[in-house]
């Protein structure tokens, strides 16, 4: 399989970004599969804390390692606790996310060194976050470059403004904090809470060093929503079979998922 750090390094060198997208399920697990072989491009599957308890560590790692070698997926831990993170480190799992960002800046140092460390002697890639995806938890650059020293972590997820699910009032992005923290730090920067973002916002994020960019709530929309206008079209009879096989709706979902990733890689190498 490729190496999370080398091609986040390559990104960060040819101003483009790596996609990142959650998974949930088997359909969206082959969607992101799928969309990166199309594009022949390397992609994190995130898998979230609510995923790990859903899907199990082990089912999902099983489905990662069918894959073949020649494959561009990277299975990555999303906003993982503290134990989900050193469970997957143990487990197998290639990239791991740990979020301290809500704690106190010398615990979340603290706990993300402890990971880092188990990571390295596993070849894991670890990536932290100062910062909180809320209005008045911007990233302090000094604080981004005091955490990167002193826990050596491969990746920082940073919030400039940007927020997870969708946006009710578009976001104003504070690109000049995210060049100050990109002249003090010197790994890959992350960009969560990317779904509701305007193109240009995006473009201008990986120009001024953003090398890899998180899609959640868009996929999980595709899908719902895929499945709920296919049953609003075809309800369900107890004399037609064909009308309740889950495999009809959930082919579709799963499409419509594989191309929206396939757009979102599109985007983030312009």
Same mark, same amino acid.
């Given at each position: 399989?490729?190496?999370?750090?080398?091609?986040?390094?390559?990104?960060?060198?040819?101003?483009? #970004?790596?996609?990142?997208? =959650?998974?949930?399920?088997?359909?969206?697990?082959?969607?992101?599969?799928?969309?990166? =072989?199309?594009?022949?491009?390397?992609?994190?599957?995130?898998?979230?804390?609510?995923?790990? /308890?859903?899907?199990?560590?082990?089912?999902?790692? *099983?489905?990662?390692?069918?894959?073949?070698?020649?494959?561009?997926?990277?299975?990555?831990? /999303?906003?993982?606790?503290?134990?989900? #993170?050193? !469970?997957?480190?143990?487990?197998?799992?290639?990239?791991?996310?740990?979020? &301290?960002?809500?704690?106190?800046? %010398?615990?979340? +140092?603290?706990?993300? !060194?402890?990971?880092?460390?188990?990571?390295? !002697?596993? &070849?894991?890639?670890?990536? &932290?976050?100062?910062?909180?995806?809320?209005?008045?938890?911007?990233?302090?650059?000094?604080?981004?470059?005091?955490?990167?020293?002193?826990?050596?972590? /491969?990746?920082? #997820?940073?919030?400039?403004?940007?927020?997870?699910?969708?946006?009710?009032?578009?976001?104003?992005?504070?690109?000049?904090?995210?060049?100050?923290?990109?002249?003090? $730090?010197?790994?890959?920067?992350?960009?969560? *809470?990317?779904? &509701?973002?305007?193109?240009?916002? +995006?473009?201008?994020?990986?120009?001024?060093?953003?090398?890899?960019? %998180?899609?959640?709530?868009?996929?999980?929309?595709?899908?719902? =929503?895929? $499945?709920?206008?296919?049953?609003?079209?075809?309800?369900?009879?107890?004399? %037609?079979?064909?009308?309740f096989d889950a495999r009809n709706y959930l082919g579709i979902a799963r499409s419509s998922v594989e191309g !929206?990733?396939?757009?979102?890689?599109?985007?983030?190498?312009?």
């Amino acid at each position: 399989m490729i190496s999370a750090g080398k091609e986040l390094k390559k990104a960060v060198k040819e101003r483009y #970004a790596i996609g990142h997208f =959650n998974i949930f399920n088997l359909e969206t697990f082959q969607a992101v599969v799928n969309a990166s =072989n199309r594009t022949k491009m390397p992609v994190f599957m995130g898998t979230s804390n609510k995923t790990l /308890d859903y899907a199990g560590v082990s089912n999902i790692l *099983g489905l990662y390692n069918s894959l073949p070698k020649t494959s561009k997926v990277i299975l990555h831990l /999303d906003h993982g606790s503290y134990e989900n #993170a050193k !469970k997957c480190i143990r487990l197998g799992y290639p990239s791991v996310m740990f979020d &301290g960002s809500s704690m106190p800046l %010398n615990k979340n +140092i603290k706990l993300t !060194k402890k990971l880092v460390s188990m990571g390295n !002697k596993k &070849g894991v890639f670890v990536e &932290g976050e100062v910062g909180i995806l809320s209005a008045d938890g911007l990233t302090n650059p000094s604080d981004a470059k005091v955490f990167v020293e002193k826990t050596g972590v /491969d990746s920082l #997820a940073v919030s400039i403004g940007n927020q997870h699910g969708y946006y009710k009032y578009m976001p104003v992005l504070d690109f000049q904090r995210l060049m100050d923290i990109r002249k003090v $730090v010197n790994v890959p920067i992350v960009l969560h *809470g990317a779904s &509701g973002l305007i193109e240009s916002d +995006i473009k201008t994020a990986i120009m001024y060093g953003v090398a890899k960019i %998180n899609i959640d709530t868009e996929l999980r929309w595709n899908f719902t =929503n895929s $499945v709920s206008s296919y049953l609003s079209e075809h309800a369900p009879s107890k004399l %037609n079979k064909d009308s309740f096989d889950a495999r009809n709706y959930l082919g579709i979902a799963r499409s419509s998922v594989e191309g !929206k990733v396939f757009d979102f890689i599109r985007l983030f190498q312009r």
